[in-house]
């Protein structure tokens, strides 16, 4: 059974930078394109970056470019998310999440992990 | 910007059969395949249906998907109480680079 445990949501201050992390299990880690996926407080679901299980191919939203970096730690079955310059927009639920398919960035989320909670304010 | 359009509600009574619209005027996400996801109230989401129709394993086939032209479809038969909650659509978008998802449809049962 797959498992991905986020951890590393905080309050922080506008300007701050974080580190969140996703431990993943039950799967061969790096053969599977990984995703951070966020969700405003009761709004929608917004794709936040991607990065293929051979950490060739990585993608960021436009809002989050030159700010946060995508990492991936594939001996360790570890996902990262370097947030810097956060901004109060940034706040929402963080959500590690695994692709369906195998050896492809496909953008379809089979495995989610429970999320962790990102809140940046004064 | 790209928007993948839900209806911001719809319900059904237990039994029925309700369906889901998501649609985009964007030529470049029309021709990609889309995916449904279901979340329940402070939980992660889940995924319902990929490449338009298919179920992963596990989900009931109560649930189906279609997609035609720029618009696809969740139709979800035989109600039930736990069906209640918000689904998702969402579709790869080249422009993006990600997929991109739509605002949203509550289900009330």
């Known amino acids: 059974e797959v498992f991905l445990v986020e951890s590393g949501g905080d309050l922080i201050q506008p300007g701050g930078s974080l580190r969140l992390s996703c431990a993943a299990s039950g799967f061969t880690f790096n053969t599977y394109a990984m995703y951070w996926v966020r969700q405003a407080p009761g709004k929608g679901l917004e794709w936040v970056s991607a990065?293929?299980?051979?950490?060739?191919?990585?993608y960021y939203r436009d809002s989050v470019k030159g700010r946060f970096t995508i990492s991936r730690d594939n001996s360790k079955n570890a996902l990262f998310l370097h947030m810097n310059s956060l901004r109060v927009e940034d706040t929402a639920v963080y959500y590690c999440?695994?692709?369906?398919?195998?050896?492809?960035?496909?953008?379809?989320?089979?495995?989610w992990g429970q999320g962790t909670l990102v809140t940046v304010s004064s | 910007q790209s928007v993948l359009t839900q209806p911001p509600s719809a319900s059904g009574t237990p039994g029925q059969t309700v369906t889901i619209s998501c649609s985009t005027s964007?030529?470049?996400?029309?021709?990609?395949?889309v995916s449904w996801y279901l979340q329940v109230p402070r939980t992660a989401p889940k995924l319902l249906i990929y490449s338009n129709t298919q179920r992963p394993s596990g989900v009931p086939d109560r649930f189906s998907g279609s997609k035609s032209g720029t618009s696809a479809s969740l139709a979800i038969s035989g109600l039930q109480s736990g069906d209640e909650g918000d689904y998702f659509c969402a579709a790869w978008d080249d422009t993006l680079h990600g997929p991109l998802f739509g605002g949203g449809t509550k289900l009330t049962v």
């Open positions: 999440a695994k692709d369906l398919f195998s050896s492809v960035v496909s953008g379809v989320f089979d495995s």
């Open positions: 964007n030529s470049n996400i029309g021709t990609n395949t």
């Open positions: 990065l293929s299980g051979s950490r060739i191919s990585l």
